[in-house]
């Protein structure tokens, strides 16, 4: 079974923020990726898995995890989480904001908002996200 992570963008007011911030370090340095502080226990398990991100309490994007690696920084060592560049809008799903990063299981991860269902997909995005954190989606 696939595993993915959920994390909190730290920083970023909307998708558009986070998307332009991993385009701009995937061009500066070839690859968007995020650093947290250890590698997960689970990482052999996150093969083909995505990191959902969480803004304002809410999952709202998905991007794939490419691999998982230790590197050393300024900070020390820490543990690069290489995803694809560009993010995926999910279904948006209220989430409480946490440290770090927690699993989650392939069941209670949110579809990506353009799935194929025709009543949704006309939907403006935005309002998408205020019907789902109204719990209405």
């Not at 990063?101 to 991860?109: E, G, I, K, Q, V």
């Amino acid at each position: 079974m696939t595993l993915h992570l959920t994390k909190v963008a730290v920083g970023c007011a909307s998708v558009e923020a986070l998307a332009e911030r991993h385009a701009l370090r995937a061009a500066s340095e070839g690859q968007a990726y995020c650093l947290t502080r250890s590698m997960p226990k689970r990482a052999a398990e996150m093969s083909g898995g995505s990191l959902f991100w969480i803004i304002k309490h809410t999952l709202v994007a998905r991007q794939a995890i490419i691999g998982l690696d230790m590197v050393e920084t300024e900070w020390g060592t820490k543990c690069r989480i290489a995803l694809a560049t560009e993010p995926v809008p999910v279904l948006a799903t209220p989430r409480r904001a946490h440290q770090g990063w927690r699993y989650l299981n392939p069941d209670d991860a949110p579809r990506d908002m353009n799935a194929g269902d025709a009543d949704l997909d006309a939907v403006p995005p935005a309002m998408l996200r205020e019907l789902a954190a109204l719990w209405l989606v």
